[in-house]
């Protein structure tokens, strides 16, 4: 018979046996693992041990185990023999927990699709919050699960892509760095017909093709290591994920789906991010007036570029229907605004901070959508239009009375004014994408491809394309531009090449892109907000009964469309309208 208060010995297993001469009473499992022998007061049937008067106290009352089955010591089975023990060893758990490094991984929580040690339970996903689940008790529905199959597929599909990217960057570097091979010899062609003084000429025309044959080199290395990474990471889990499944750990696998749940999402995005390497193909244009104008020359020609990356798939046509909810709106008037609030651009730098232009107060204001207040207000001494994200921290505004583009730092909550860029025409829509700022304009009517220092790559103007285009926004394929006098939304590319049109709206203002490539329009005249296919090619009313929508916003992380009312009533233009797509 066992001492009273003295420790059971660790190895004791709530399946041995107790002859009945040595012992005849049950105990408390707990306990008897680190602790003094106290009779059993209650069993619980989800842990299938006894418990004594305290412990079955704590089972009541602790999260993970409050909504367990109990019974009371006249219904609890009298004998230990008669307890099975439950299939999952503690052994099985050997995954630390990220945030509590000396805690193991136990438990997951179906909310927020993640695993957890049982501090992470006790302190971020209680009962009142989270439905959380213990691994052992779901783990088994793992094994050959659909869940299973569709890990496997998406990994085997992102080295099917890793694959063709490096296939694809690598022929294309070999065919851009055999073109610029070309536009030397071209240059040493040109070279020959004048005379000594183009020698320091010709050196950088020289360099300047080395140096982008390097950068060639060295994005191609970049897209090598990362794919080649990326493989092998994918490989290595790959077959620790076949492993488990051909062995039935159900633990260790469902913990290691979880886990390369996250990893596919990080590289897919790292696959994606690969896309921004664009090779180019060149060829040598020469300079005519060089002869003549030697002096006066600085170069000996430039470099035409031809993409040679592959184009993206046309955005899908079909407009999918959404269900529309309203989540309420946000007062974005402060005790500096003089008169009713215009909002006539805005931006989301992320879920949580929105950029928005306040024309009639000459202000920028920073919008915090979590509290759903102003933060943070920029006066301006002129009258702006549109803003635009430059970087996370930077800003573009268009300037209108200045023929300005304002430059604005986004830091510490603060917006702080920077340098400003001339252009040469009365500024509105603004739009960012991949070092260029494409820019609409009225007076004339135009559009400009700018680099981020002004320099004007391209100009589109006609009275038959533009007549009143006061928004623009892009993407890395296309630039879209809202004009309400012709009552158009306008397609181009960075050629400037108008590739798609669509009519029909009343007054066309505001304009933004969603996250699978349609086009949402505020069309002020018709109360409603339209979605347009990628392609300009159909559109939806996915809005309607509005009072005159002026701006809009799309965040892809929340799926919620926030736009601007321009009244001229304060009820309504004062405020940011937020409803919720899906």
């Given at each position: 018979?066992?001492?009273?208060?003295?420790?059971?010995?660790?190895?004791?297993?709530?399946?041995s046996?107790?002859?009945?001469?040595?012992?005849?009473?049950?105990?408390?499992?707990?306990?008897d693992?680190?602790?003094?022998?106290?009779?059993?007061?209650?069993?619980?049937?989800?842990?299938?041990?006894?418990?004594?008067?305290?412990?079955?106290?704590?089972?009541?009352?602790?999260?993970?185990?409050?909504?367990?089955?109990?019974?009371?010591?006249?219904?609890?089975?009298?004998?230990?023999?008669?307890?099975?023990?439950?299939?999952?060893?503690?052994?099985?758990?050997?995954?630390?927990?990220?945030?509590?490094?000396?805690?193991?991984?136990?438990?997951?929580?179906?909310?927020?699709?993640?695993?957890?040690?049982?501090?992470?339970?006790?302190?971020?996903?209680?009962?009142?919050?989270?439905?959380v689940?213990?691994?052992?008790?779901?783990?088994?529905?793992?094994?050959?699960?659909?869940?299973?199959?569709?890990i496997l597929?998406?990994?085997?599909?992102?080295?099917?892509?890793?694959?063709?990217?490096?296939?694809d960057?690598?022929k294309?570097?070999?065919?851009?760095?055999?073109?610029?091979?070309?536009?030397?010899?071209?240059?040493?062609?040109?070279r020959?017909e004048?005379?000594?003084?183009?020698?320091?000429l010709?050196?950088?025309a020289?360099?300047?093709?080395?140096t982008?044959?390097?950068?060639?080199?060295?994005?191609?290395?970049?897209?090598?290591?990362?794919?080649?990474?990326?493989?092998?990471?994918?490989?290595?889990?790959?077959?620790?994920?076949?492993?488990?499944?051909?062995?039935?750990?159900?633990?260790?696998?469902?913990?290691?789906?979880?886990?390369?749940?996250?990893?596919?999402?990080?590289?897919?995005?790292?696959?994606?991010?690969?896309?921004?390497?664009?090779?180019k193909?060149?060829?040598?244009?020469e300079?005519?007036?060089?002869?003549?104008?030697?002096?006066?020359?600085?170069?000996?020609?430039?470099?035409?570029?031809?993409?040679?990356?592959?184009p993206?798939?046309?955005?899908?046509?079909?407009?999918?229907?959404?269900q529309?909810?309203?989540?309420?709106?946000?007062?974005?008037?402060?005790?500096?605004?003089?008169?009713?609030?215009?909002?006539?651009?805005?931006?989301?730098?992320?879920?949580?901070?929105?950029i928005?232009?306040?024309?009639?107060?000459?202000?920028v204001?920073?919008?915090?959508?979590?509290?759903?207040?102003?933060?943070?207000?920029?006066?301006?001494?002129?009258?702006?239009?549109?803003?635009?994200?430059?970087?996370?921290?930077?800003?573009?505004?268009?300037?209108?009375?200045?023929?300005?583009?304002?430059?604005?730092?986004?830091?510490?909550?603060?917006?702080k004014?920077?340098?400003t860029?001339?252009?040469?025409?009365?500024?509105?829509?603004?739009?960012?994408?991949?070092?260029?700022?494409?820019?609409s304009?009225?007076?004339?009517?135009?559009?400009?491809?700018?680099?981020?220092?002004?320099?004007?790559?391209?100009t589109?103007?006609?009275?038959?394309i533009?007549?009143?285009p006061?928004?623009?926004?892009?993407?890395t394929?296309?630039?879209?531009?809202?004009?309400?006098?012709?009552?158009?939304?306008?397609?181009?590319?960075?050629?400037?090449?108008?590739?798609?049109?669509y009519?029909?709206?009343?007054?066309?203002?505001?304009?933004t892109?969603?996250?699978?490539?349609?086009?949402?329009?505020?069309d002020?005249?018709?109360?409603?907000?339209?979605?347009?296919?990628?392609?300009?090619?159909?559109?939806?009313?996915?809005?309607?009964?509005?009072?005159a929508?002026?701006?809009?916003?799309?965040?892809?992380?929340?799926?919620?469309?926030?736009?601007?009312?321009?009244?001229?009533?304060?009820?309504y233009d004062?405020?940011?309208?937020?409803?919720?797509?899906?």
């Amino acid at each position: 018979m066992a001492v009273p208060g003295k420790k059971i010995p660790k190895t004791f297993s709530s399946s041995s046996t107790m002859g009945s001469d040595e012992d005849p009473n049950v105990y408390c499992q707990p306990c008897d693992r680190d602790g003094p022998r106290l009779p059993a007061h209650g069993y619980c049937v989800d842990c299938k041990e006894h418990l004594c008067e305290t412990c079955f106290v704590v089972h009541k009352r602790h999260t993970l185990s409050r909504y367990h089955t109990l019974l009371d010591k006249n219904s609890m089975p009298q004998s230990i023999s008669s307890v099975s023990v439950h299939p999952t060893q503690p052994d099985n758990f050997t995954k630390s927990c990220p945030k509590h490094t000396k805690e193991i991984t136990k438990f997951y929580c179906q909310n927020h699709k993640t695993l957890l040690c049982s501090v992470c339970v006790t302190l971020e996903h209680t009962g009142t919050s989270c439905k959380v689940n213990y691994i052992p008790d779901i783990s088994g529905q793992v094994i050959n699960s659909k869940e299973h199959q569709d890990i496997l597929k998406a990994m085997d599909n992102i080295t099917e892509q890793c694959r063709k990217k490096t296939e694809d960057v690598k022929k294309n570097t070999a065919q851009s760095n055999n073109s610029l091979t070309d536009v030397l010899a071209d240059i040493k062609k040109f070279r020959t017909e004048i005379n000594q003084r183009l020698d320091e000429l010709e050196r950088q025309a020289e360099d300047a093709a080395k140096t982008i044959q390097k950068e060639n080199n060295k994005n191609l290395k970049t897209v090598e290591t990362t794919c080649n990474d990326v493989t092998k990471s994918l490989k290595t889990t790959s077959d620790t994920i076949k492993h488990l499944n051909t062995s039935k750990q159900a633990d260790k696998l469902f913990m290691e789906l979880k886990l390369a749940q996250q990893m596919i999402k990080d590289y897919e995005k790292s696959v994606h991010d690969l896309a921004a390497y664009d090779v180019k193909e060149y060829n040598f244009k020469e300079n005519k007036a060089i002869s003549t104008l030697l002096d006066k020359e600085c170069s000996l020609g430039t470099f035409a570029e031809k993409s040679l990356k592959q184009p993206r798939p046309p955005p899908s046509v079909d407009i999918k229907s959404r269900q529309t909810s309203h989540q309420g709106k946000i007062c974005v008037r402060t005790l500096k605004d003089k008169g009713i609030c215009l909002i006539s651009g805005m931006i989301l730098l992320n879920p949580d901070l929105l950029i928005i232009i306040d024309s009639d107060n000459n202000a920028v204001k920073m919008v915090d959508t979590s509290s759903q207040s102003v933060t943070d207000q920029l006066q301006l001494d002129t009258w702006p239009w549109d803003v635009t994200s430059v970087t996370s921290t930077e800003l573009a505004v268009s300037l209108l009375n200045k023929h300005n583009i304002q430059f604005i730092s986004v830091s510490s909550n603060k917006l702080k004014k920077k340098q400003t860029l001339k252009v040469d025409g009365v500024c509105y829509g603004i739009s960012y994408c991949q070092g260029k700022l494409a820019v609409s304009f009225v007076d004339p009517a135009k559009l400009q491809i700018l680099d981020i220092s002004g320099t004007i790559l391209t100009t589109v103007k006609g009275e038959n394309i533009f007549s009143r285009p006061l928004h623009v926004t892009t993407n890395t394929n296309s630039i879209y531009v809202s004009d309400y006098e012709k009552k158009t939304i306008t397609r181009l590319n960075y050629q400037g090449e108008v590739i798609g049109s669509y009519s029909g709206m009343a007054q066309p203002q505001g304009i933004t892109l969603s996250d699978d490539g349609t086009v949402f329009v505020c069309d002020r005249v018709r109360n409603v907000i339209e979605e347009i296919a990628g392609d300009c090619s159909t559109g939806k009313v996915v809005l309607k009964d509005l009072n005159a929508p002026f701006a809009v916003c799309w965040c892809a992380e929340t799926c919620k469309l926030y736009f601007s009312c321009n009244t001229l009533q304060h009820n309504y233009d004062n405020f940011l309208q937020v409803f919720k797509l899906s």
